[in-house]
Every structure is written in structure tokens, then in C-alpha cells.
């Protein structure tokens, strides 16, 4: 029988009411489904280790209530497992989280999967890593180390399933592996049956994004329309036990599903389409077919699959000292000049104001802020009108908080030393997150899965309370 895969989210800031639809129409259908929440990248991941640091309860994904509460009790009565990697840094705080909403649906309870093993940080320094491609930066050490995750596969995440969860969270897995769990968990399919491992994994590809397959971020106006954008639907793809695949999206929503909307989200992110590396497969893309069956639904055919590879991605995340931000607008006649000025003004002001090893760039928005380099070239170079709207930008980091805040304050001083009509300054800092790339062998990782246990977790939270009053 068909499985039926529905996003509910593509990142963490997503639309909250995206899953609703989606989960009406897998009711309506009634055949096997899973609703999937894709809520993490390398950027909010660095930004959960930083709130779990300041708070022991936070560090998962803040959005977390807003997604789950409009769909949690249908998917409970009606069998729809969910999965998401909206554990981040606290996949037990997570956990807590869907324990309290379950508490509040019909049923009154939910059996939940915490996946566990993609966390390493104690283990950095012991394990064989590889520096991924074209990273060149050495392992911070361990007093600027924040967090080191793996990328897990789909493994832990069938050992969820397996176990009964009918809520799974995960923190740091490959995304499409959260889409590809409860194909392996239903049809039983074997870890070297590449060919199906592939096409499960690019179903999950497809729909990791949410609405990049349906419209949302193909849209491009005079020269790709997508209808009814503001009530866009989020794709469910269906998948037969033999790995093929149709990609469409709820009855009733708007946006689209075209063979433009899938090739692009197909090619989305993969270096090589003969090679697209996976933790669970390498997929081979270079004879697929794509093929609109009618209005909404597109079927893809010809993925096939080689053996996984040996190594896994592991995202490491460390002190980077303090970043800042700080802008000011230029708007009306002559705007660009005097946008100009201000730039060429902050910039001199930054050599004696503050210490050489300051990295700073300042753009200017509306101009040339998107190409131009750190260095602003294009602002030089490229013509400008006699009048526009225009907002002065700049960055800054530094290791210490004094000369971020020197010299956003810097840009501040523009309200009246600096050109005409400058206003609207905007300015904050706060500490910065570096992250590098590592491969880590595969027999190094240690996945599972249990089930969450919510009287254990809240002992364990009122131990480490207690142990922080103590000394503090």
C-alpha cells in the first residue's frame, strides 16, 4: 500500500499552520503517513547550544508548541507518526514539551522516541576525524568548544518506531533521513537495497524543504507564477514499497506542484548528482526522470543508489568572541552620495577608533550589498540613481565586546556627524558561533533510541538544579 509523507516544516522560523492541511488531507486519505518536521540547520543548531548554555531548559526548537499543539490529537487518533529533528540541543527538553501537549489531547498521552548519539563533544578528542572538504580550520579546544553533532541516518530513528513512538525527536540527523525512517520502519526494506534506500532518501529531499517544492521560493514574478502564495501547500509525497514516487500537495492550497518546482528542489543543494552523499546511502540522480501525471502531481523514476559511505558529517561548533550590527538609512534626493559618504566616513573612523585585528564590512542595502565585497568595491564602481532609499550596513566582530560595541556606536555617531538626513540607526551585538565541518567514522558513532520517561527526566532536571544552588 502507498505511504504517504507530509512536511509540516522546512526550517526552524517555518510557517506554524503549514501542517494543518497537510494532515487533513492524510486523514482524509486514510492510507499509512507520516507527518515530518524538518526544523534544523548548521545555523539554529549553533543557536540552540547557545540558549541551552545560558538555560539548561532551552535549546530546542522554540516554535515547538506552535507546530504540534493544531495537529498533535488528529495525529494521535489516527495513527499519523511524527517525526522531528526539533530536538536540536535538547531533544530530552523537547520531549517534556510534547509530553505536556499530549497530556492535553483526547488520548492524554503520547509514546514518544528520544533519539540519542549524535551529541560527541565528550568524545571529540579521542575519535579519528577527518577534515571535511575545504575546511581549514583546526579543532577549537576544549575551552572554546560549544558542541559537536553528527549527522545520524535513518537507523535510530526505525528503532523509534520499532519501540512503539508515535511521537520521534531527534536532534542532529541528515533531513531527509527523518522522511526515510518510516519508509524503512512500514516496508521492511533492507539497509543494502540501495535503489529503494535512494528513492526514499530523495523522497525525503523533496519534501525536507516544505514549501520550496510547492511554490514557495521558486516564485519569481513575471517569470515563474505561483498562484495563491499566502496559502501555499506543504508536499506529501507518496511512495509504493518499490521506491516509486509522486510529489503533491493538499487538495485546496495554493502554490503548485510542477516538473520545474521538483527538478529544482532535486538539484537543491547536491554538489554532484551522480554522487549526493547521505548517511545512509550515496544516490546516483544522473538518469532520473521527471514526469507531470496531471495538475499537482509529479511522479519521479530512475534514482538509484551505491553503498553508504564509511565516513559521517560532524558539525563542530565553538567561540568565535562577539559580532555586532549597525545600520542607518540614506532616503530621498542624492541618497546614494550620501550613502557613500557615511560608508567612506565609518570606515576611516575605524582606523584609529579601533584595534587593526577588527574584521569589519559595511554595505550599503538597496545598492550593491548582496554581491559587493568585504572590502566594498562594487559601492565604488557601480552607477547609482539621484535619489532611492538606502540603508548603510555595517558588521563587525571582534574577540572582545568593548570594540563591537566601539564601533556600532561608531556608526550611531552618523544621527549628526556624518551626512545629511541619516535615520532610523538600528544596532545590536551579541557573542559569536563558529562552526566547522569534520568526517568521523562510521563505527565511531553510538545511535540509539529509548522512550522517553518523563518521571526520570524531571528528576534528573531537579538533580542538576540542585547541584547548580549548591554552588552557586
Known amino acids: 500500500m502507498t505511504f504517504l509523507l507530509g512536511s509540516g516544516a522546512g526550517f526552524s522560523g517555518d510557517r506554524t499552520d503549514a501542517a494543518i492541511p497537510v494532515v487533513a488531507e492524510l486523514i482524509r486519505r486514510g492510507q499509512p503517513s507520516a507527518l515530518i518536521f524538518e526544523t534544523l540547520g548548521e545555523r539554529t543548531l549553533a543557536a540552540a547550544h547557545r540558549a541551552l548554555r545560558d538555560d539548561p531548559a532551552a535549546g530546542y526548537e522554540p516554535l515547538l508548541e506552535e507546530l504540534l499543539t493544531p495537529v498533535l490529537d488528529d495525529c494521535l487518533t489516527h495513527g499519523i507518526a511524527i517525526l522531528g529533528n526539533f530536538g536540536a540541543a ?44 575545504a575546511e581549514n580550520r583546526e579543532l577549537p579546544g576544549e575551552e572554546a568548544l560549544i558542541s559537536a553533532n553528527v549527522y545520524l541516518g535513518a537507523a535510530p530513528l526505525v528503532e523509534a518506531l520499532a519501540l512503539g513512538a508515535e511521537v520521534v525527536v531527534s536532534g ?22 540501495w535503489d529503494r534506500l535512494a528513492a526514499g532518501m530523495m523522497a525525503g529531499h523533496l519534501g525536507e524543504c516544505g514549501a520550496q517544492v510547492t511554490g514557495g521560493y521558486f516564485a519569481d514574478p513575471g517569470c515563474k507564477e505561483v498562484p495563491d502564495l ?39 543543494e547536491v554538489h554532484d548528482p551522480a554522487n549526493y552523499l547521505t548517511p545512509d546511502v550515496v544516490v546516483d540522480l544522473s538518469a532520473v526522470r521527471v514526469e507531470e501525471l496531471g495538475r499537482d502531481r509529479v511522479a519521479v523514476t530512475g534514482i538509484r543508489g551505491k553503498p553508504a559511505p564509511q565516513r559521517l558529517k560532524t558539525t563542530v561548533c565553538y567561540e568565535g568572541g562577539w559580532q555586532g550590527e549597525a545600520e542607518i538609512s540614506y532616503a530621498g534626493p542624492n541618497a546614494l552620495a550620501r550613502a557613500r559618504l557615511a560608508a567612506e566616513v565609518l570606515r576611516e573612523r575605524l582606523t584609529f577608533r579601533a584595534p587593526p585585528e577588527l574584521r569589519s ?13 568585504d572590502a566594498g568595491d562594487l559601492q565604488r564602481t557601480l552607477p547609482g540613481g539621484v535619489g532611492g532609499d538606502y540603508r548603510l550596513r555595517l558588521a563587525v566582530e571582534h574577540a572582545e565586546r568593548r570594540w563591537v560595541e566601539r564601533a556600532t556606536q561608531e556608526l550611531l555617531a552618523l544621527y549628526c556627524a556624518g551626512p545629511a538626513g541619516g535615520g532610523g540607526v538600528r544596532r ?17 558513532v553510538n545511535a540509539c533510541a529509548t522512550l522517553f520517561d518523563a518521571t526520570l527526566f524531571e528528576t534528573k532536571m531537579a538533580s542538576q538544579r540542585r547541584a547548580t544552588h549548591a554552588v552557586s
Not at 510534547?98 to 548519539?117: H, M, N, W
Not at 564590512?361 to 565585497?373: C, K, Q, T
Not at 551585538?429 to 568526517?439: E, G, I, M, W
Open 90 to 133: 535538547n531533544p530530552d527538553g523537547a520531549c517534556r514539551i510534547v509530553a505536556e501537549l499530549a497530556a492535553g489531547t483526547e488520548r492524554g498521552k503520547a509514546s514518544i522516541g528520544r533519539v540519542q548519539g549524535d551529541d560527541i563533544r565528550a568524545r571529540l578528542g579521542e575519535l579519528d576525524l577527518e577534515r571535511w572538504e
Open 172 to 193: 542532529r540527523v541528515a533531513d531527509p533521513a527523518l522522511f526515510l525512517a518510516p519508509l524503512m520502519h512500514h516496508f521492511g526494506w533492507a539497509w543494502d537495497d
Open 230 to 268: 499566502a496559502r501555499v501547500g506543504y508536499p506529501i509525497i507518496e511512495v509504493e514499497e518499490d521506491g516509486r514516487l509522486v510529489v503533491t500537495k493538499p487538495a485546496g492550497t495554493g502554490g503548485m506542484v510542477t516538473a520545474r518546482t521538483v527538478k529544482e528542489q532535486l538539484l537543491y
Open 361 to 373: 564590512r559595511l554595505d550599503i542595502v538597496g545598492h550593491a550589498s548582496v554581491f559587493d565585497s
Open 428 to 444: 545590536q551585538f551579541q557573542r559569536r558561533v563558529c562552526t566547522a565541518s569534520y568526517l568521523v567514522r562510521r563505527g565511531d
